[in-house]
Structure formats: structure tokens, C-alpha cells
């Protein structure tokens, strides 16, 4: 099932996305939350009369970094011994449609395509076995960086986490197998990074049983597994769309920041 967040005529809410085409999409509106046992409504508004919104309000987003061999050695960095996670803030996160904000303090920002896992229920220290009970399904992500401030800088904080810098959408699929499909981004049509996650270094299972040990994950929560090789600048006026198999396309134009 594909739930996406909406607003139409001021209100918030969830809804099944059904249907096939951009012009034959419906929401079936859902009654309160998708996390728990839901109902669909029945009431259904066509997908283009509503704003999709970021399909989840993370309280916190934990990425990996180098997750990708070929990604790691383009950037001239050793696959590490562990997986390096950083946090991209809540203020980081729009939905498809929504711009990308270009930084003052960078001259070279960069886009990142990568699977994002949604969490479903509350956990800490995951079994292996239990990892598919804790996933809500999955989304597209952009991880955009400032590169140049990545390089600066020690620490990631600013170069990951500004606002506007984590874009996901359009929606959550909840049933998907993401052990091997394809994640590719365009910048205005033109192909940038073309990948598959079966060549994840750590795979979904590895990540939530590492990040669980140290915290707790709440209902909404996103971890963002990585980047494929391919990543390049990004600038004010591209339009930049990230496509995965199975879930669909996150498109968003990159503005200067004003």
C-alpha cells in the first residue's frame, strides 16, 4: 500500500494512494493515523487537487554514510569498519514538490539519492529476526549536502543538515521487498546516479540492528542507507528527481535562498 500526507482546503491528513498515471491517482482518506490498525474512509479526492506533504514528521533522521563502495571511492574515502552515521534535523525535511533552499555558506551543493526506511513502532535494540516488524515501509530521500562545508568542516552538522537538505516523498510503500532495486536521480532529465541496493555494504537489517543498539526509534523515524556512485553539483533553477523502483519519483527544483 502507498499512504501519502496531503493537505487540501487546510487540513492535514493521510490517505491510500490507488490507481495508476499521474491523472488517474485517488487518496482514500484514512481515518487517524497510519502507524496503528487504520480504516480507509471511503472518501476519496483525486491526487491533484491536494499538496503532498512530507510523508512522515520524523522526530529525528539518522543517514549513513559510504554505504556504497563506488560512492565512497569517488570521493577518495575508505569503506569504513563500521557504518558512520550522522542526524539531519526535523527542519531538513520537504516533501516532493517543495524547493530545495541553496545554502549561503556553500558553493557546491551536491544530491544524494537514497532508500529511506520508515519506521513503524517504538524499539530499541533490535533483533536481526525482528528487524521487518519495526519498518513501516519506504520512501525516497535526497541526502543533499554541501560539499564544500563537508570537506571543512569535521563534523557534518551543518554540511547535512540545513534546511531544506532532506527531501522525501512522494509517499511510504509498506509492502516492498528493497533487498535489490534500482535508485537513479536526474537533474533536468539527465541521468546522474544509477545504482541498485543489493550493493549496499550494510544491509537494512545491519543498520537498524547497529543504530537500535545505541537508540531508540520512534513511529516516523527515517534512516536514510546511503548513496550510489554518481553524486554532482546542483544548482539554482535544476530540478532534481529521485526515482526507486517500486516506490516512485521525488522530484524538487532547487532555489536560491531568500
Not at 24 to 44: M, R, T
Not at 48 to 75: D, F, Q, S, T
Not at 183 to 202: C, F, K, P, Y
Request: include cysteine; charged fraction near 25%.
Amino acid at each position: 500500500m502507498r499512504i501519502a500526507r496531503f493537505s487540501i482546503d487546510g487540513n492535514v491528513a493521510f490517505g491510500a494512494v490507488e490507481g495508476d498515471g499521474p491523472d488517474g491517482l485517488v487518496l482514500d482518506i484514512i481515518k487517524g493515523i497510519p502507524y496503528a490498525e487504520f480504516e480507509l474512509s471511503g472518501v476519496k479526492v483525486p491526487l491533484n487537487k491536494v499538496r503532498l506533504l512530507p510523508p512522515v514528521l520524523p522526530n529525528k533522521v539518522v543517514a549513513i554514510g559510504r554505504n556504497y563502495a563506488e560512492h565512497a571511492a569517488e570521493l577518495g574515502n575508505e569503506v569504513p569498519d563500521v557504518p558512520v552515521a550522522f542526524f539531519k534535523p526535523t527542519t531538513s525535511v520537504i516533501g516532493s514538490g517543495d524547493a530545495i533552499e541553496y545554502p549561503s555558506f556553500s558553493e557546491e551543493v551536491h544530491h544524494e539519492a537514497e532508500l529511506a526506511v520508515v519506521i513503524g513502532r517504538m524499539c530499541r535494540e533490535v533483533p536481526r529476526e525482528r528487524v521487518k516488524d519495526v519498518i513501516f515501509g519506504y520512501t525516497c530521500a535526497n541526502d543533499v549536502t554541501a560539499r564544500d562545508a563537508q570537506k571543512r568542516e569535521k563534523q557534518w552538522a551543518r554540511a547535512k543538515g540545513f534546511d531544506t537538505s532532506c527531501p522525501l516523498g512522494p509517499w511510504v510503500e509498506t509492502d516492498l521487498d528493497p533487498g535489490d532495486l534500482t535508485i537513479q536521480a536526474t537533474v533536468n532529465g539527465e541521468q546522474r546516479q544509477l545504482g541498485r541496493t543489493s550493493d549496499m555494504i550494510r544491509s537494512i537489517e545491519d543498520l537498524v540492528v547497529h543504530i537500535t543498539e545505541a537508540m531508540t526509534l520512534l513511529p516516523g523515524d527515517v534512516i536514510l542507507t546511503g548513496t550510489p556512485a554518481g553524486v554532482g553539483p546542483l544548482h539554482v533553477g535544476d530540478e532534481v528527481a529521485v526515482t526507486i523502483e517500486g516506490i516512485g519519483t521525488l522530484t524538487n527544483k532547487v532555489i536560491k535562498r531568500g
